[in-house]
C-alpha cells in the first residue's frame, strides 16, 4: 500500500471519529436534569430527554443515593403523563420496583425507555410515588426509626407540536407562492397584486376548472358512445353477413 492510500485512509479515520464524538456530546446535551433533591436520608435525581416528538422515544434515568447508613425502599412506581392535543391528561408510561436495600452512599439507577403517543404534544409531567424505612438523626446525634411514604411531581421532557410546525411550514410555502405571484403579476400588469386581484384570479381559476371538469365529463360521455356505435355496427355486420348467408345456401325446391 502506497503512501498516498495510507493518509486517505488516516483522514477517513479521522473524521469517522470527531463525527462519533460529536454525536455522543449532541445526545449528552439532549439530557436534562428534571428532578433533584433530597428528602430524609435520600437523595432523588431524574435526567431525561430535553426535547421529542409524537412517536419518537424518550430516555429517563432516575437514581436513588442513600445518605444514611441505611435504606429499605419498600415501593417505588414511576409514572409519566402527557396531553393529548396538549390538553387532555394521559398516562403514557408505569413502572414499579421494589424491595430495593441501599447501603450510604450507594446508588441505585434504573434506566426507561417512553414512546410519545403520535397525538401528543407540550410539556410531559412526572410522578415518582416512593415509600421507604430508614433512619434519622436527631439533634443530640441519636438515630430514629423513619418511614416515609409521598409522592414527588416534576413536569419534564417537552414534546413538540409537529402538527403545527407543518401548518407553518405550509403556510411559509404559501406565503413563497403568493410572493412569486406577485412578482408575475407586477411583471405583466406593471403593479402589485391587491386582495381584489386575488380574489378575482382564485374566482377565474375556479369557473375554468369547472369548465374543465364539464368538458371532460362530456368527453367520457363521447368515448362511450363512440363505442357502443362501434359495437352496433359490428353487431349489424355480423347480422347481415348471416342473412346474405343463410340466403345463399338455401336448398333449391323441386316440383
Known amino acids: 500500500m502506497n503512501r498516498k492510500a495510507i493518509m486517505v485512509l488516516l483522514s477517513c479515520l479521522i473524521l469517522l471519529l470527531v463525527h462519533a464524538y460529536n454525536v455522543k456530546a449532541q445526545n449528552k446535551t439532549d439530557m436534562e436534569t428534571f428532578l433533584d433533591i433530597k428528602i430524609h436520608g435520600i437523595k432523588v ?26 435504606v429499605y425502599i419498600k415501593i417505588m412506581n414511576l409514572t409519566i403523563y402527557g396531553f393529548v392535543n396538549g390538553t387532555e391528561k394521559i398516562e403514557i408510561y408505569s413502572k414499579a420496583a421494589g424491595d430495593l436495600e441501599l447501603d450510604k452512599a450507594e446508588q441505585y439507577i434504573c434506566q426507561h425507555e417512553i414512546v410519545v403517543p403520535e397525538n401528543v404534544y407540550g410539556i410531559t409531567y412526572g410522578e415518582i410515588g416512593i415509600a421507604y424505612n430508614t433512619t434519622v438523626k436527631d439533634e443530640l446525634g441519636f438515630e430514629h426509626p423513619y418511614a416515609f411514604q409521598d409522592k414527588l411531581g416534576f413536569t419534564m421532557t417537552r414534546i413538540q407540536n409537529t402538527y403545527i410546525k407543518a401548518i407553518e411550514g405550509q403556510l411559509a410555502s404559501l406565503l413563497g407562492l403568493l410572493n412569486q405571484l406577485n412578482q408575475t403579476f407586477q411583471t405583466c400588469f406593471e403593479k402589485n397584486l391587491t386582495m381584489d386581484d386575488l380574489l378575482s384570479l382564485n374566482q377565474t381559476y375556479w369557473q ?40 345463399f345456401r338455401r336448398p333449391k325446391s323441386y316440383w
Do not use: M
Open 45 to 70: 435525581q431524574v435526567n431525561a430527554t430535553s426535547e421529542a416528538q409524537p412517536t419518537s422515544l424518550i430516555n429517563v434515568s432516575l437514581s436513588l443515593t442513600s445518605e444514611v447508613t441505611k
Open 208 to 247: 375554468l376548472k369547472h369548465q374543465g371538469e364539464s368538458l371532460s365529463k362530456v368527453q367520457s360521455e363521447l368515448d362511450s358512445t363512440r363505442a357502443t356505435v362501434a359495437v352496433l355496427g359490428v353487431a349489424t355486420v355480423i347480422f347481415l353477413a348471416t342473412t346474405a348467408y343463410l340466403l
